[in-house]
């Protein structure tokens, strides 16, 4: 599982490079096009808005991971613990 990748950077990455593209595109549309800078400016928006839902949804995700990992590792602290006093207590 630690050679696998899920890919989680992709989405917010295409998204960032969408709303970069959108506000070079409305830097140097002409003053007169003003509805289509309107449109980008919207379209700009949107962009930010799913962005920031991805970035809300990949930090649930390591939450969740970072709470599995830990009971994973109190389990394994566990065992080892058991392990030790087992062994101690045989030595006496």
Do not use: W
Not at 27 to 40: H, K, N, Q, T
Not at 63 to 86: C, F, I, N, P, S
Request: proline residues 2%; hydrophobic residues 40%; without cysteine.
């Amino acid at each position: 599982m630690s050679g696998e990748r899920r890919g989680g950077g992709f989405l917010p990455g295409l998204l960032l490079g969408i709303a970069i593209g959108a506000v070079l595109a409305i830097a140097i549309v002409p003053e007169g096009s003003e509805d289509l800078r309107e449109s980008l400016r919207g379209k700009a928006r949107e962009a930010g808005g799913r962005a920031r839902d991805a970035a809300a949804d990949l930090a649930e995700r390591a939450a969740v991971l970072a709470g599995d990992m830990k009971a994973g590792m109190d389990e394994l602290y566990q065992r080892g613990r058991t392990l030790v006093d087992e062994a101690t207590t045989e030595d006496d």
